[in-house]
């Protein structure tokens, strides 16, 4: 049997410390990867810092965490066809949230279902695909499942004649957001700092706003005259403003009037808000559609793995450093540790 290490959280609000873990033999439908990359999340350090619930679950200490991963696959589940050893893939996982340490990123074996990953070509660094899991899953859910994107429309070129207003479009969440409404066929009306805007364009950003500035909703409301809106993705989801200020520009302009955000949204008026559920997605038909795009949509150059990594050290000895990073803030940036 190979050796196992982790990175566990012993106990709530304490550090990391790196010791050996059970190495854990896949079921059938399962396969066990070798961890090259992680990226690291904000949901970490909340949860090292104040132990919330994540999903309505209390975490179980000791434990592992982490949320994404790429790596390679070293061992199948005799009823695995989908995957061989040696695949380079990346995950989203959720072991701690689910009370299965063994499914969490921050080790170097982890344990998947077979249907999770998304195999990663050969000319993407596994240190760089690391960025979208998360980030992928999160996007899908919001768009395609609560705001009602058309999923058929990804890839097919055509024009869907609608615009989704995103706001935090340099976020980790918001660079994939942005990639999939336009390839879906949306225009994308996203906020960030100017310093961004750029970037944001380079993604498909139709219009991208300074959400910095004391007119910025005028700014919106002004380019959505005579336009369809689709909703908004709230990326940020700060209850004082980004979620108020979506509001009201939704309230003022033609189409849905819905906000799917990333955190638990204020209730407003005249507006249905959401807080995105990923595990709604994964019961989805929507889970495998997407998925499968993903795959061709990396492998032709469409989706690009942003943002860009901040590589933090090498080990598992890193991720306490790449979660201290990741909570001083990023700007249009994702930590992430190597392994490998
Ligand atoms: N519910 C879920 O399943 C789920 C999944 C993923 C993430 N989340 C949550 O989503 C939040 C963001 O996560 P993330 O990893 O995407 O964040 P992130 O990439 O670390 O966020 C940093 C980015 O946020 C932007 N930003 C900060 N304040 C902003 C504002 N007021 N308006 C617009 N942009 C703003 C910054 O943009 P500029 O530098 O351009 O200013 C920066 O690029 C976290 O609270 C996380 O826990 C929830």
Not at 201 to 207: D, F, I, N, V
Not at 296 to 311: E, H, M, N, T, Y
Request: with cysteine.
């Amino acid at each position: 049997m190979p050796s196992n290490t982790a990175a566990w959280i012993k106990a709530p609000k304490e550090r990391f410390q790196v010791e050996e873990a059970p190495y854990t033999s896949p079921g059938a439908k399962e396969i066990i990867v070798k961890t090259a990359a992680v990226a690291i999340n904000p949901l970490e350090y909340k949860i090292q810092d104040y132990n919330p619930p994540v999903g309505g679950n209390e975490i179980k200490y000791p434990t592992i965490l982490g949320s994404d991963l790429a790596g390679t696959v070293v061992e199948l589940g005799s009823a695995v066809s989908k995957w061989k050893v040696g695949d380079r893939v990346m995950a989203h996982t959720f072991g701690a949230v689910i009370g299965k340490p063994a499914q969490a990123a921050f080790q170097e074996h982890v344990v998947l279902a077979d249907w999770l990953p998304t195999p990663v070509p050969d000319d993407i660094a596994l240190d760089k695909a690391v960025v979208l899991p998360l980030a992928c899953d999160t996007a899908t859910a919001g768009l395609f499942l609560q705001l009602g994107l058309d999923v058929s429309g990804l890839g097919n070129g055509r024009s869907a004649g609608e615009v989704l207003l995103l706001w935090g479009g340099s976020s980790s969440v918001g660079c994939v957001a942005i990639q999939m409404a336009r390839a879906a066929g949306y225009e994308v009306f996203a906020t960030a700092s100017p310093r961004n805007h750029e970037f944001c364009r380079s993604l498909g950003a139709t219009q991208v706003y300074d959400y910095g500035k004391s007119d910025v909703e005028a700014e919106i409301l002004t380019a959505l005259k005579g336009k369809k809106v689709v909703g908004a993705l709230d990326c940020i989801a700060d209850n004082e403003k980004t979620v108020p200020a979506l509001g009201r520009i939704l309230t003022e302009v033609e189409g849905k009037k819905k906000i799917v955000a990333v955190l638990q949204p204020g209730e407003i008026d005249g507006v249905e808000v959401q807080r995105v559920s990923i595990p709604d997605l994964f019961r989805s038909e929507h889970y495998d559609q997407v998925h499968a795009w993903l795959a061709s949509a990396l492998k032709d150059g469409v989706l690009r793995c942003k943002p860009d990594p901040i590589i933090i050290g090498k080990g598992l000895e890193s991720i306490q450093e790449g979660i201290d990073t990741l909570r001083k803030g990023v700007s249009a940036a994702k930590v992430v540790v190597k392994l490998e």
